[in-house]
């Protein structure tokens, strides 16, 4: 993966992510909807085979690149907790 920042402004940032899918994506976006901090995220594929993916937040005024790792590290515990449950259950 390779991402690159497209623009940034106090509660905007667009973030394109080379190499990535809508699996990805949505899965952020998802999460950054989520969050109270956030007034709306989006992404955009112009041509789905051909272009990567654009990430746009706009927040209440919180750093979005901030708010882009929170949502992140929750990803990160999520995967880790899902480690450690399928390793117990295929222990068992």
Same mark, same amino acid.
């Given at each position: 993966?390779?991402?690159? =920042?497209?623009?940034?402004?106090?509660?905007?940032?667009?973030?394109e992510l080379? &190499?990535?899918?809508?699996?990805?994506?949505?899965?952020?976006? $998802?999460?950054?909807?989520? $969050?109270?901090? @956030? @007034?709306? !995220?989006?992404?955009?594929?112009?041509?789905?085979?051909?272009?990567?993916?654009v990430l746009?937040?706009?927040?209440? &005024? !919180?750093?979005? =690149?901030?708010?882009?790792? %929170? @949502?992140?590290?929750?990803?990160?515990?999520?995967?880790?907790?899902? =480690? %450690? @449950?399928?390793?117990? !259950?295929a222990n !068992?």
């Amino acid at each position: 993966m390779e991402l690159n =920042i497209l623009n940034k402004t106090n509660n905007e940032l667009e973030v394109e992510l080379r &190499g990535e899918t809508h699996t990805l994506l949505n899965l952020l976006k $998802d999460l950054l909807i989520k $969050d109270e901090r @956030v @007034v709306t !995220a989006f992404y955009d594929m112009k041509y789905v085979s051909i272009s990567d993916p654009v990430l746009y937040i706009k927040t209440d &005024g !919180a750093d979005p =690149i901030l708010v882009l790792k %929170d @949502v992140v590290a929750i990803i990160v515990s999520e995967c880790d907790e899902f =480690i %450690d @449950v399928f390793s117990k !259950a295929a222990n !068992a």
